[in-house]
């Protein structure tokens, strides 16, 4: 892995995320949050955060992890609230990036309807999901991004349902991008976080984000556990333009499924065939490997 | 001044574009907006205006209006909007937010009752739900007290010793859709009262802070105490915007609670919105008829003046509460305010009417009737809710 911090003075504000957030170990947000950082270079973002494990990470008032400005919003709000922010930075002819970072439950479910109009709308504003797939300050709960058959402390039997899929939906609003990011993939993921903040509009990441806790995986594995995710297809790498043209990023390996659902107990002791999962993945490839071909999009330059 | 014939939504929409306006050479104005009856016509006008520097936001909630309100005044633009009865419900996690992070956000709401079952008439119900959110509330009698306290509002709610969201409310349609003549000021007058707006502690990217994390229970009650005393610092603020606004403008803007024909009353009848302007004339028969009476217009509900409302009764003994509310198993929300203030005069009868519910009549027969009723008491009973024939199950 390459040195995750700048090289010293190549920095001129003050990083992203300090040392001493309350992040658990293994926690995706962590890395995600650095290499964020990475991708924007000089620029200071102004981060809306609404209630979520990362209105937490700073820790508690008056010290603060976030070395950029924070707005801490209710749960459902944060796309609202960045859209003010937006709209008054625009005003005044500043140019410094609006940028949500939500976790999953204020994205798929709770604030839905407040980001679909963000989007609707195509505010200037960067969305970026860190998707634990659960509910994860309340311990453990199910949301609309938890995968079929993960256990969590309202699907004690597994999630009967499909994971939502939201890009697809956000993409139906024909925002300028919409992509999903790996914290297995570092180039490609700073690749689109500094393609997303050189366009203009609303545009949506989801990175996928490991939860050791909810995951009831090993904190050291969560690297590990997005390459699988990647590799099984189970978590698609993959690009939406104008909500019409797409291109694929990595292509499943149909071996890395079992190794995924192994290595994370909330999959253990349930009713889920593996082979099920297998073919709701086929169907979602087949799916989106038809729309890719249909229509694509150019190759990535630089 | 422009004189015009305006409905009371017109007038509020003319009010907040010229607050908005005024800021152009600061960081300008910026709202989220969403309609709902009677106040929809306010936020028409407000995503209308051609703003110098501002930029309004046609959201698809309340909730979402109030939020993006909540962004713009972080990101240091003045910031209003308006809603009504469930919007302002729908809309209540962020009211609480918009007065926790100490916004200067102004609201104008068009009161309504709170259904369903529906009914877009008015009542005081859905503003007096949000009392115990941080912010002030103003009750207006007519369309000139609205356009007079909008403006006044945000001269307040921005002072540095305030920093609080101001809710400035009229009774729908009522006030909303009725029409009457307004002094609206020209703009370059609203410029010199309403001073650029800059909010010291605005999200800023050289000095990047962190805006509502978590807080243990220490902070979090001096936080409580904070507001408190911004609470506390509103009667002198409001003196000095109150005097300003007669300089600037040339006329005195209403205050907290204003009375009239307290004197000499022995009889005293407190009201607030519309009810007002009825009561006044119900009470102008009456004396001069020779009856010692006289009334107290509540205009400033929070914070709530415990020791003003106690000076404008003066020393009449029996006071009647007009509540254009109803808290279910407690009565009148006002009235619970008032005898409050009054525990230290026992002396004084003081007795609750539940009036003008959902839009019900509040015209000078029902003011006689509540008064006939009163004359006849020789001590409080539970609130009452007129007129008797609609309240008799």
């Known amino acids: 892995m390459t040195t995750l911090l700048p090289e010293p003075g190549t920095r001129t504000r003050p990083r992203l995320l300090r040392p001493d957030s309350t992040n658990c170990p293994g926690c995706g947000m962590s890395l995600g949050l650095q290499w964020l950082d990475e991708a924007l270079g000089a620029t200071t973002p102004t981060l809306v955060i609404p209630a979520c494990c990362a209105a937490v990470t700073p820790g508690t008032f008056p010290a603060s992890a976030y070395g950029v400005p924070a707005v801490e919003t209710t749960f459902a709000s944060s796309a609202a609230v960045a859209s003010g922010i937006a709209r008054v930075r625009e005003l005044n002819g500043e140019s410094d990036p609006t940028l949500c970072w939500a976790g999953d439950g204020g994205t798929y479910d709770i604030g839905m309807a407040t980001l679909s109009a963000a989007a609707e709308r195509n505010e200037d504003v960067l969305y970026i999901c860190y998707d ?14 938890t995968p079929t058959g993960a256990r969590t402390s309202t699907t004690p039997r597994g999630k009967p349902e499909a994971k939502k899929d939201i890009v697809a939906i956000m993409a139906a609003h024909r925002i300028p991008y919409a992509a999903t990011l790996s914290l297995a993939h570092r180039d490609d993921f700073l690749r689109k976080v500094k393609l997303a903040l050189s366009l203009r509009g609303f545009r949506f990441l989801l990175m996928l984000s490991p939860c050791p806790a909810a995951w009831k995986s090993e904190p050291s594995e969560s690297v590990e556990l997005v390459r699988l995710a990647v590799a099984s297809g189970i978590f698609p ?8 043209r797409f291109r694929i990023n990595a292509r499943p390996d149909d071996t890395s499924l079992d190794a995924y659902l192994d290595r994370q107990r909330r999959f253990a002791s349930i009713a889920l065939a593996a082979d099920d999962l297998r073919a709701q993945i086929k169907r979602e490839w087949t799916h989106l490997d038809e729309l890719a071909r249909a229509f694509p999009a150019a190759p990535p330059t630089g | 001044m422009t004189r015009a014939v305006l409905t009371g939504n017109q007038a509020a929409g003319r009010a907040l574009v010229a607050a908005g306006e005024a800021n152009r050479d600061a960081r300008g104005c910026c709202g989220g907006c969403y309609p709902i009856t009677p106040q929809t016509e306010i936020i028409e006008h407000v995503m209308g205006a051609g703003f110098s520097k501002g930029s309004f936001v ?32 729908y809309m209540t996690e962020n009211v609480f937010a918009a007065g926790l992070e100490r916004l200067p956000i102004v609201m104008v709401v068009a009161n309504r ?22 912010w002030l509330q103003l009750y207006c009698d007519s369309h000139q007290d609205l356009v007079d306290t909008i403006l006044l509002a945000f001269r307040v709610a921005e002072d540095p010793r305030v920093l609080l969201p101001v809710m400035v409310t009229q009774d729908g349609f009522l006030l909303s859709h009725t029409s009457m003549v307004v002094d609206l000021p020209p703009q370059e007058l609203v410029d010199a009262y309403l001073p650029p707006l800059d909010l010291a502690l605005r999200a800023r990217t050289d000095h990047p802070r962190t805006y509502g994390q978590l807080m243990g229970p220490r902070e979090t009650q001096r936080h409580r105490q904070e507001i408190q005393a911004a609470m506390e610092r509103v009667p002198e603020v409001l003196d000095e915007a109150g005097a300003e606004f007669a300089r600037v403008f040339g006329r005195r803007p ?36 020779g009856e010692k009476i006289g009334f107290v217009q509540l205009k400033l509900f929070r914070p ?43 002396e004084v009868l003081l007795q609750d009417y539940i009036v003008g519910l959902g839009g019900g009549e509040v015209d000078p027969p029902l003011i006689e009737l509540v008064l006939d009723d009163f004359a006849g008491r020789e001590r409080a009973e539970a609130p009452v809710f007129f007129p008797r024939e609609v309240a008799t199950p």
């Open chain 2, 304 to 346: 709530f003046l415990r020791d003003d409302l106690v000076r404008a009764i003066g020393g009449a003994r029996r006071v009647a509460v007009l509540d254009r509310d109803h808290s279910p198993g407690s009565g009148g929300i006002m009235w619970t305010e008032i005898a409050t203030s009054l525990r230290e005069r026992p």
């Open chain 1, 237 to 244: 790498l993959y690009e939406v333009f104008d909500g019409r």
């Open chain 1, 132 to 145: 634990n797939e659960i509910y994860g300050n309340t311990g453990g709960q199910r949301s609309g991004a």
């Open chain 2, 113 to 134: 009752t709170v259904g369903p079952p529906w009914n877009i008439w008015a009542d005081h119900g859905d503003s007096l739900a949000l009392r115990d959110a941080p």
């Open chain 2, 254 to 289: 209403r205050g907290a609670f204003e009375a009239e024909y307290t004197a000499d009353a022995d009889t005293v009848l407190i009201a607030a919105g519309t009810t007002v302007s009825t009561v006044r004339r119900v009470v102008e028969a009456r004396r001069s008829a």
């Open chain 2, 58 to 89: 046609a959201v698809e909630s309340e909730h979402s209006a109030m939020a993006v309100c909540i962004g713009a005044s972080f990101a240091g633009a003045r910031s209003f909007t308006a809603s009504s009865s469930n919007g302002l419900l």
